[in-house]
């Protein structure tokens, strides 16, 4: 990488480390950080690739009381990184890259997770130090502390960033075009199914017996070739209206559904 697509990189890797915490803008999504990371290094299309495969692993991935989950900006910014060292040093084969780039992103949110729970221990010292600024009615070290806590959660996924950065190009091709047939194509079948994983793991917390008639008629209709992303979009927006307006139908009493669940399809269902 030159000096700019670096810099370009690292700001990323901040912006994702401060979103980690932040869950504003959500640029520590995989699809967000590996898209904008392949567009300042010239490989959009594989950073679009790239972060929709770790985007399907990491929608089951929630934090849920004191158990934090695997961190997602260094797994998406790190997996980022390595795939375009690949691609920089001559890798003919940009498949290769990807799935390697994946089956090394679980390994990477672990490595994430730790420097999580050492940037929160690190935080807890930090709120004694806010305490001692409002008994002082120091409104401005408040916000001082608060600048720094969330400055040393982006350092925490730049940091590394930077240390990637500087790796040769060439060592990251040599040691990717150096694994056997065997073992990449076992990374590609494993990335493949920790992402199926991840999407089963939605399902399982969102599935009723009123929206799995929608997931079925999703799989159906993406297995035809003819219908694009947007058409499938604008399917699904069709059938997310028609179900609320069904659903509002059923609530003010309209219709032969209102003296039922209050959810027509449900309705329906049951009396199968």
Known sequence: MNPINIVLVIIVAFLAGMEGILDEWEFHQPLVACTLIGLVTGHLQEGIILGGSLQMIA?????????VAPDAALASVASAIIMVLALNGGSANATDAINTSIALAIPLSVAGLFLTMVCRTIATAMVH???????????????RWQIAAICMQGLRIAIPAACLCVIPAEVVTN??????????????VGGGMVAAVGYAMVINMMATK????????????????????????IIGICFAIIYLYLKGLAKSGAGAAAAGSSDPLGDILDNY
């Open 59 to 67: 929608l089951g991935w929630a934090n849920i009381g004191a158990a």
């Open 129 to 143: 130090g806010m305490d001692a600024c409002a008994e002082r009615d120091d409104m401005a070290g408040i916000d």
């Open 210 to 233: 009123e929206v799995w008639p929608f997931f079925l008629i999703g799989f159906v209709l993406a297995s035809l070739s003819e219908l694009t992303l947007i058409a499938l979009g």
């Open 175 to 188: 040691a990717l075009n150096a694994m056997p047939a065997w073992l990449t194509g076992g990374m590609a």
